[in-house]
Nanobody, 117 residues
Framework: VQLQAFGGGLVQAGGSLRLACAAS????????IAWFRQAPGKEREFVATIGWSGTTADYADSVKGRFTISRDNAENTVYLQMDNLKPEDTAVYYC???????????WGQGTLVTVSS
């Protein structure tokens, strides 16, 4: 089972990026999927989550109105659209399933987002 985040990069403040969470060995439609991020020297923090059906979503206050989480179950992928990026959004972004969060310490490969001022 693997989860990999893709799509990070360097962007100026106010810009946009779209991250993708690709899964292998599991079917994302069976899970609630969440995005987390970890900035240098800080703890990993919750960013957004989406239910298995895609009809429910929740966001950290710091990203509400700027980030949008979505899923394409046919592509077995979950996305995080990030608009109006701020320097404080700079972090390594990870995705994970609700099952992993509750039952083990698995974290897949993250993707680095750097927002310049």
């Amino acid at each position: 089972v693997q989860l990999q985040a893709f799509g990070g990069g360097l962007v100026q403040a106010g810009g946009s990026l779209r991250l993708a969470c690709a899964a292998s060995g599991l079917t994302v439609s069976s899970y609630t999927i969440a995005w987390f991020r970890q900035a240098p020297g800080k703890e990993r923090e919750f960013v957004a989550t989406i239910g298995w059906s895609g009809t429910t979503a929740d966001y950290a206050d710091s990203v509400k109105g700027r980030f949008t989480i979505s899923r394409d179950n046919a592509e077995n992928t979950v996305y995080l659209q990030m608009d109006n990026l701020k320097p404080e959004d700079t972090a390594v972004y990870y995705c994970n399933t609700d099952y992993n969060l509750a039952n083990n310490d698995y974290w897949g490969q993250g993707t680095l987002v750097t927002v310049s001022s």
